[in-house]
């Protein structure tokens, strides 16, 4: 079947770390660019984060860049998301969500969306 | 970067209502527009991409059209499962920035 499941999602205090993990499967997960994408509760959908299928080309949101990094193991289909220096406002639904086709025939519409992971900031 | 501005923000209509969104990006994108469906508890579901293709598997009660800077998402005849919060997004550059949402609701 094809998907993508998140885990790591917790609760922790302002300034803690959380790694997320994406576990793909049921498709050639390297050939594909994947992002991040979260819900903070009450607000809409925002990108956080692209990665390349290569993993060499990385871009960030302004509200996470130089906190959070995205890498990937295309060995093993996971996709992740190393937060630090969290904050309140970092509370959110975390997605990952996959590039429409294969690069270089992205149009980097996300057509396949993992359920999230839930992250909750709070002392 | 791109500025994405949806309206309605929420809006009541019945089943079988014909239903129109509007999407407005603050610099012209072409048709690097898509539409996604959201649902508490579930996976956003991709319903338009390119500005006016429908995504494989969604019904074709649902269309969208624009180009440049103006876009629209039309439900010809709104089915009961249709009601959820609706999100464009600008693909043509990073930050790929979403619209604030048009949350659908029953009248």
């Known amino acids: 079947e094809v998907q993508l499941v998140e885990s790591g999602g917790d609760s922790v205090q302002p300034g803690g770390s959380l790694r997320l993990s994406c576990a793909a499967s049921?498709?050639?997960?390297?050939?594909?660019?994947m992002n991040w994408a979260r819900q903070a509760p009450g607000k809409g959908l925002e990108w956080i984060s692209y990665?390349?299928?290569?993993?060499?080309?990385?871009r960030y949101a302004d509200s996470v860049r130089g906190r959070f990094t995205v890498s990937r193991d295309n060995a093993k289909n996971a996709l992740y998301l190393q937060m630090d220096g969290l904050k309140a406002e970092d509370t959110a639904i975390y997605y990952c969500a996959r590039d429409d086709s294969p690069a270089p025939d992205s149009k980097h519409a996300f057509d396949l969306w993992g359920q999230g992971t839930m992250v909750t900031i709070s002392s | 970067d791109i500025q994405m501005t949806q309206s309605p923000s929420s809006l009541s209509a019945s089943v079988g209502d014909r239903v129109t969104i509007t999407c407005r990006s603050s610099h012209n994108i072409n048709n690097n527009l898509n539409w996604y469906q959201l649902k508490p508890g579930k996976a956003p579901k991709l319903l338009i991409y390119a500005a006016s293709a429908l995504q494989s598997g969604v019904p074709s009660g649902f269309s969208g059209s624009g180009s440049g800077t103006d876009f629209t998402l039309t439900i010809s005849s709104l089915q009961a499962e249709d009601f959820a919060t609706y999100y464009c997004q600008q693909s043509l550059t990073t930050p790929y920035s979403f619209g604030q949402g048009t949350k659908l609701e029953i009248k």
């Open positions: 049921g498709f050639t997960f390297s050939t594909y660019e």
């Open positions: 990665i390349s299928g290569s993993g060499i080309d990385v």
